[in-house]
C-alpha cells in the first residue's frame, strides 16, 4: 500500500533535456521537474510534474500514447492543436488531451509561462514522445 507523500515544487530535482534528446526534436529551452511519479515515491497510476518554458521558448509538436491534462499555473501561450491551428492558453487553463493527439505549446509572453502536467502512468519514463519528423524519444 502507498503512502501519502508531499512534495514541495520548491525543492525538486529540475531537469533539462540531454543532447541525444535535443537531435530527437526535444526543446533545449525548457526544465521540468517530477511531483508525483514511481521514481519517488510508491505511487501508481498517476505521474505528475511541472514545466516551465522560458519567454518565446517552445515544448515542439509531438504525440504520445496515454492522454495527458495540463493545468497553466503561470503566463500566456499558445496550444498547437492536432488540424496544425493554435490556440491561446493562460493562467489557470486547464487543458485535456486525448491519446496519440499531435499537441506542443508556444510560450508567446515575456514572462516563463508554468504548467503542472498529470498523465495516467506510474512514471513519466513510461511515456514517449514521438516528435514531429523525428525519431521515438522518452522525456
Known amino acids: 500500500m502507498a503512502d ?9 530535482l529540475w531537469h533539462t533535456h540531454t543532447p541525444e534528446e535535443i537531435a530527437a526534436g526535444a526543446s533545449q529551452d525548457l526544465r ?13 497510476g498517476l505521474s505528475l510534474g511541472c514545466l516551465i518554458l522560458p519567454a518565446g521558448a517552445e515544448l515542439p509538436p509531438h504525440t504520445h500514447q496515454p492522454q495527458e491534462a495540463y493545468f497553466i499555473k503561470k503566463g500566456t501561450g499558445q496550444l498547437h492543436l492536432p488540424d496544425g491551428t493554435k ?3 493562460r493562467e489557470n487553463d486547464a487543458v485535456y488531451i486525448p491519446e496519440n493527439e ?4 508556444v510560450n508567446t509572453s515575456d514572462e516563463p509561462l508554468e504548467l503542472i502536467w498529470i498523465f495516467p502512468t506510474d512514471s ?6 514521438h516528435y514531429e519528423d523525428s ?3 522518452s522525456d
Do not use: P
Request: proline share 0%.
Open 32 to 44: 521540468y521537474c517530477f511531483l508525483v511519479d514511481k521514481a519517488l515515491q510508491n505511487s501508481h
Open 102 to 105: 499531435r499537441h506542443g505549446l
Open 124 to 129: 513519466f519514463a513510461d511515456v514517449t514522445y
Open 87 to 89: 490556440r491561446d492558453v
Open 135 to 137: 525519431a521515438s524519444q
Open 4 to 12: 501519502i507523500t508531499v512534495t514541495n515544487i520548491d525543492e525538486a
